[in-house]
């Protein structure tokens, strides 16, 4: 079936940058979205990309979409303590409201 | 400010007790959600609607049942609660139609059942 999979931590220093990698299974996936879960909160849409993107830049982030090898991407540029959080990688296929979420990765910035 | 509102922060409840999550947002959207989150697991959909009183089943229903009365109201309920059902439950909501999709999210409920 579909699967969404992500590594489940991620340690990086203040001003580094940090990439959290996804792969999913699904090639009808016409979205593919990046989420944040801060401490004590629900998920919120960091950014999204449409499948038939290969990258998409928004201030610090950078997404880069591998279609071939179902390879997502999320780059974090000057990553600082308040990006510590867990990242959800979901994936949906137009037409559809089921999303398939990754497991999170649960990113660590350390000062 | 866009918002979806879940009733309880925090429950402890008691094995084969009725519990009720409520859930409720303001953005006039068609489809809700409740979702369940576990470490390691990642967010697993129980039930969605996509209407007034239509619902449809998620990846893990069992053990769980919903209500959607009005278009601003879905509600989670555990019939008879169990330990294995201890865990951080999420409602979202987002557009039906076209569009990119997105899903708001309430701040969670954690449910402990002892």
């Known amino acids: 079936g579909e699967d969404v999979e992500q590594s489940l931590f991620l340690s990086v220093r203040e001003g580094d940058s940090s990439v959290i990698n996804c792969t999913y299974t699904d090639s009808s996936s016409t979205y593919l979205y990046w989420y944040k879960q801060e401490p004590g909160a629900g998920l919120q849409l960091l950014t999204y990309?449409?499948?038939?993107?290969d990258m998409k830049q928004d201030q610090r982030l950078t997404v880069l979409l591998n279609k071939k090898d179902k390879h997502l991407s999320l780059r974090i540029a000057d990553t600082q303590t308040g990006d510590s959080a867990i990242y959800f990688c979901a994936e949906r296929s137009s037409g559809t409201y089921k999303y398939i979420f990754g497991t999170g990765t649960r990113l660590k910035v350390l000062a | 400010d866009v918002k979806v509102t879940q009733s309880s922060r925090y429950l402890v409840k008691r094995t084969g007790e009725k519990v009720f999550l409520e859930c409720v947002q303001d953005m006039d959207h068609e489809n809700m959600f409740w979702y369940r989150q576990d470490p390691g697991l990642g967010l697993r959909l129980i039930y969605f609607s996509y209407d007034v009183k239509m619902k449809e089943k998620g990846d893990i229903p069992e053990g769980y049942s919903v209500s959607r009365e009005k278009k601003e109201r879905f509600s989670l309920i555990l019939e008879s609660a169990s330990t294995n059902q201890t865990s951080m439950y999420l409602c979202?909501?987002?557009?039906?139609?076209?569009?990119?999709?997105?899903?708001?999210f309430g701040e969670g409920s954690r449910l402990t059942v002892l």
């Open positions: 979202a909501s987002s557009f039906g139609g076209q569009g990119t999709g997105e899903l708001f």
């Open positions: 990309i449409f499948s038939n993107m």
